[in-house]
């Protein structure tokens, strides 16, 4: 392990030049010290700080909400993951992560005989993953995961703590500065590397680190799912996600929203169109968004054959899990009725918008409570109970908003639509399918697969869903094109608006911030650069060799390279 400890200094700091970036800020501001400063505790920061204390370097890991883990916690959004998942196709912490949250079961609750025989245990049993569960177990988990390096002080954990300003000397941060959301106080961090594992790529505007965001134009990309015109503002959809159990014969109503009557009434204004109100058991296919799907609702029953029930799709409690009558079914709500696109997270009306999505989400229950349409004829259920001891807050909304797009790097290599989409690489290759392959990346730091998955935007367009191919991680996605000491650890890697949205899911966050994590480590120990472990093939090989012994897949068994999704 490297010895250098954290320093903390009371002294009036010498990075007086960052004070002005704060109207209200104190003449003095606190000092910390470590290789590798970490800007956010989501999936891919914390899976970047296990990575990086592994590989002996000081951590310090940042994170605005109360939970670390991100998609998995603080948005409340169970892992949307691979069909090959239980066997191959993640790395090994990551792997550690889910078996973390099935011991967490087995040792803490009640399971029944067959839950607990049961191989790969789905807590909530909800369709749309093998591994649907509480925010909360995998927020303990991740923090049994991080226990070890926190109490040995390799790494240390500050939250609530949001980046604020930064130290940019040339092509190289000095240091960072976070705000304490519940003092106020600031925090100089100065470290070797900085990596940026917030949602929203909140440290790139600060560092002056070119970035991009929302739909590049087609002459940029080349890329056939690619807009024609650049459109910088539009953005996917993001979510409030919210729990709720159902309880007959009890009315939980909410009061009724103040937005109500304007999300009541509102037909979304899309391209293709969606079929009418957004408030509604019918809406657009999301492979073929010109055709209507229809979905049900019933927490009782089964919906009729062939349509989604959305209550078992996100479920993560199911009580038949539980040798307990106490247990109650519990459905998170992340859906397309409560998908927000009036308007970006990014951007000078944030908060208002925030605010709009969190009032689509209370809308949406109070329709399912009062208005929504049942199968026997009925509406609404007023036994739907929000659940705000599930997702750990005053409202019952999810800590954070559900985010599915950032700013992304421009980097030193840039993930195209041609690199893994599975038409585009029929062109690009004139192979057929069941012949081709993704793109076989010399630099990978890992593997993942999902579909090429837009949700409607802020720019007006409906579902854009492409086949894909298990794919591999290229190591220049993750390193800036100049700002020399910093690293995407998230969702702001190289992509682009169509290809993040097959590197956006939980496994692919994970495997780019751990190798983020491992590769800071590494250029410490060996005194390089990352470009210049990038350039150089014998120190690439040698990295690439340090992550397939740490448990990372670089590559695709050939079985699996030509399936596609």
Known sequence: MNRRAFLALSAVSPLTHLLPAFADSPSVMRELKADVAILGGGVGGVAAALAAARGGASVILTEEFDWIGGQLTSQAV????HPWIEDRGCTRLYRQFRDGVRGYYAKHYPLTDSAKKAKHLNPGNGSVSKLCHEPRVAAAVLLEMLAPYISRGSVRLLQPHRVV?????????KAVAVKNLRTGQRIAIQASYFLDATELGDLLPLAKAEFVTGAEAKKETAEPSAKEKAEPDNH???TCCFAVSHHPGE??????????DFWAKYVPKMTPAWPGKLLSWEMSQYNEPTKVRKVGFDPARPTEKGVLNLWTYRRIVDRANFADDQFADVCLVNWPQNDYWLGNLIGPDADKHLAGGKQLSLSLLYWMQTAAPRADGKLGWPGLKLRPDIVGTDDGLAMAPYVRESRRIVAEFTVLEQHVGTTARELATGKKRGEITAEAFPDTVGIGSYRIDLHPSSGGDNYIDVSSLPFQIPLGCLIPKRVENLLAAGKCAGTTHI????????????????????????????K??????????????AFQDQLKNDGVELEWPAELATKFR
């Open 528 to 541: 390089v650069a990352p470009k210049g472990v990038r350039a150089d093939a014998k120190k690439l090989k």
């Open 251 to 260: 009315d939980h109503t909410l009061p009724k929203p103040a937005d109500y």
């Open 78 to 81: 169970p892992p949307d993951e």
């Open 499 to 526: 290809t993040n949205g097959a590197f956006r899911l939980h496994p692919v966050e994970w495997n780019i911030g751990e190798a983020a994590g491992a590769l800071a480590a590494w250029c410490l120990k060996q």
């Open 236 to 238: 996917q959809a993001f």
């Open 165 to 173: 300003g930064a130290d940019l000397t040339g092509d190289r941060l």
